[in-house]
């Protein structure tokens, strides 16, 4: 259905998702990480709602019900790039300084790019925690919204806009240094979205990515 996801953060215990998963989607599941239950909860409910108000709904769910240090996550379809700020200070990591989980986002006339905490991002707009970006592929628009308010109205969809398949590509970036990389452990997710092709690469099992407008 071409939906690309990224999550980082943790769930308590860690498959306290599992119950709200379809049964399409539970015989899917291969590993024992709660990003992929996370992932396929996500789904169960894009299919109910759509592809926004389905991710809308299961964010509300989570914030209200499910025990979780974070719930941030990026999620992109043909037409969206969905960003959400969700996390719990009182259960971050002992070692985590206190804006690990933030986000952060700059827009320009590249694009959109977004990224998490631990490198210089100086000029960046912080994405308030219980908060959502939405990224409109199709006008290069985006707004920034609370997980509890209604979506814009020009943000509407229906439930078949994830039958569709997402551009992009895997590449080297070096956005992110390596032993910056080493010093949050691989958790840093990071991802740049513009109008042109989106670039995406893993550094040192960091996801991050860049704004390109070769397109």
Not at 50 to 62: E, K, P, S, V
Not at 65 to 80: F, Q, V, W
Not at 163 to 177: E, G, I, K
Request: proline share 3%; aromatic share 12%; net charge negative.
């Amino acid at each position: 259905e071409g939906i690309t996801f990224i999550h980082n953060g943790s769930f308590k215990p860690f498959d306290v998702l599992a119950p709200y998963i379809s049964d399409k989607y539970k015989s899917l599941i291969q590993g024992e990480t709660d990003s992929e239950l996370y992932f396929y909860f996500l789904l169960t409910e894009i299919d109910k709602y759509g592809f926004l108000q389905g991710i809308a709904n299961a964010l509300r769910f989570i914030k209200t019900s499910i025990d979780h240090s974070s719930a941030n996550m990026m999620i992109m379809n043909k037409d969206y790039l969905v960003v959400i700020s969700e996390h719990d200070p009182k259960n971050k990591p002992e070692w985590a300084d206190e804006v690990y989980y933030e986000l952060r986002y700059r827009a320009d006339q590249n694009g959109l790019a977004v990224a998490s905490s631990g490198w210089n991002q100086e000029g960046w707009e912080l994405l308030p925690n219980h908060s959502r970006l939405i990224y409109n592929r199709r006008d290069f628009t985006y707004s920034v919204s609370s997980l509890w308010t209604s979506l814009p109205r020009n943000d509407q969809d229906n439930s078949e806009q994830n039958n569709q398949s997402a551009d992009c590509v895997f590449t080297r970036d070096d956005l992110v240094s390596e032993d910056r990389a080493e010093r949050y452990g691989g958790n840093r997710i990071d991802v740049g979205i513009g109008r042109g092709q989106s670039d995406w690469s893993i550094c040192n099992q960091v996801l991050i990515g860049r704004v390109s407008d070769d397109g």
